[in-house]
């Protein structure tokens, strides 16, 4: 071999040995740091009250701390419930299951949820998630699957509440929105400086029944008339047979005394300071009230008005709330790697159909808010219309951890939805039942499913009673027209749909059957879970029972 291959043939075998050593030194490149998510909820926050989603209520009584979500995320205008309930709303998107599997299918007395079962927090424990939860749970007093819990108890109280944490029950004096706000940016400050991500659960009481604003807010609309909603005197015309059969009207229903504060006895709960501001607003009133005494139209007017100035001021305590944590995460240098994400456990009635409180497949009740903030992922100021439901939440936040998604659960991830695709196999219908009747608020038993077009609903137990509505011609959904001749195919690929949504979640005629049975059972052992029915004294007799055996658990 010559001299210049001899050289040609060393620097080539130099090269080779410089390239196995560079492949084999390996370079060690961190993982990406998974986002923290920050889940707030509130209780019974109609979508109607949030100025992001627009409507009458958007100029006088704005939420723009809950629009910042909005502004900087993605707002949701088709977030579907499965069942519009406090308490199942909650093990649903605990779970990612419907009632009917996750078990806790009502609010009756004595339903608990079993807390055994899997659940989206305990995965993300096992995937090195710091999980918690502040506020209201109202499925029990000792949840598993958190690092830490701080709770109310049941429904909790507005002013100076109780709460839970592993060493026990505390009372804490204040009004509980702020609280529980405080007590989650006292929670996020441990995490500031941990290389660990978090799932934190804030869980507002507010807004729900008996709407009692706090000491920052009482008054703040009493100089409003708030627009009436065009169906605030529905006369339930139009084959709605289930809705005529209600017990849930602004008129009829709702207390001048314990939901309105029309009374001169003290407001429970409260200590002097707090009930000396009280008396400072609702005295004035009470007493115009007497001058006043407005009866048939005008009284359900003037308590339409009491109403909406006291919830949409508990609505505005929470929207300090959000805009405060919101604050201290940006302060902080947490808002980069965080998700937030704001919702309510279902939607509610703002007067729609004479009607608080929710229960019902119809629009106000079966839509809930949600907005959600990423930034670096979610484009800013993006509107999403298919049909999403709190189903999915579980599996969303598990899928956003790179977390694996248990087999059980029933939802769909919305990842591809947050990065702006939708994937092929998205759901075009939604299925929904709802179970707690006999009850307070006389709704029927129903089940049914929904399109982007349509909507068909199944009432049963004590009736039988089919409704059907054009949600595009009809969006206030005043018209059933089941069995009308010209939707006769329409309502034949929605029964169709249903069965097959039916099948699909494993939901039956024989579930139903075994929830009624069970009812009557635990109506034999405790007639207190049909108050309504009882005589004052008898109740409080039964109550005072009940807490005395739940004292002895």
Known sequence: MNTQKLIHTTLIGLVFITLIGCKTEKTEVPPPQRPNILFIMSDDHAYQAISAYGGELAEVAPTPNIDRLADQGMRFNNCLVTNSICGPSRATILTGKYSHLNGFIDNTIGSEFDFSQQTFTKVLQKSGYQTAIIGKLHLGNTPTGFDYFDILPDQGDYYNPTFINQEGRYKLEGYATEIITDKTIEWLKGRKDSDQPFMVMMQHKAPH??????????????????????????????????????????????????????????????????????????????????????????????????????????????????????????????????????????????????????????????????????????????????????????????DIAGAEIPAEMQGKSMLPILKGEKPNDWREAHYYHYYEHPSEHNVMRHYGITTDKYKLIHFYYDIDHWELFDLEKDPEEMQNVYGEPTYAEIQEQLHKQLEELRAEYKDNDSLNQQFIDEYNEKVKANPLIEYWKLAPDEMQRLYREYMQKQGEK
């Open 209 to 398: 029944r008996a709407w009692e604003p706090g000491p920052n807010e009482l008054g703040m609309y009493e100089d409003v008339t708030f627009p009436e909603p065009e169906t605030l005197f529905d006369d339930y015309s139009g084959n709605r047979d289930a809705a005529e059969l209600n017990n849930m009207t602004i008129s009829k229903t709702m207390y001048m005394d314990r939901d309105l504060k029309m009374s001169d006895e003290p407001r429970r709960g409260l200590n002097e300071q707090q009930l000396s501001l009280w008396d400072s607003v609702y005295k004035p009133v009470l007493d115009e009230f007497k001058k006043t005494n407005p009866t048939g139209e005008e009284l359900v007017r003037f308590k339409y008005q009491r109403y909406m100035k006291d919830y949409l001021s508990c609505v505005s305590a929470v929207d300090k709330s959000v805009g405060k944590v919101l604050d201290y995460l940006k302060e902080n240098g947490l808002d980069k790697n965080t998700i937030v994400v704001y919702t309510s456990d279902q939607g509610f009635y703002l007067g729609e159909h004479g009607w608080f409180d929710k229960r019902w497949m119809y629009r106000e009740s079966l839509r809930t808010p949600l907005l959600i903030s990423w930034p670096g992922v979610i484009k800013a100021k993006t509107v999403n219309n298919e049909l999403v439901s709190n189903l999915d939440f579980g599996e969303t936040f598990l």
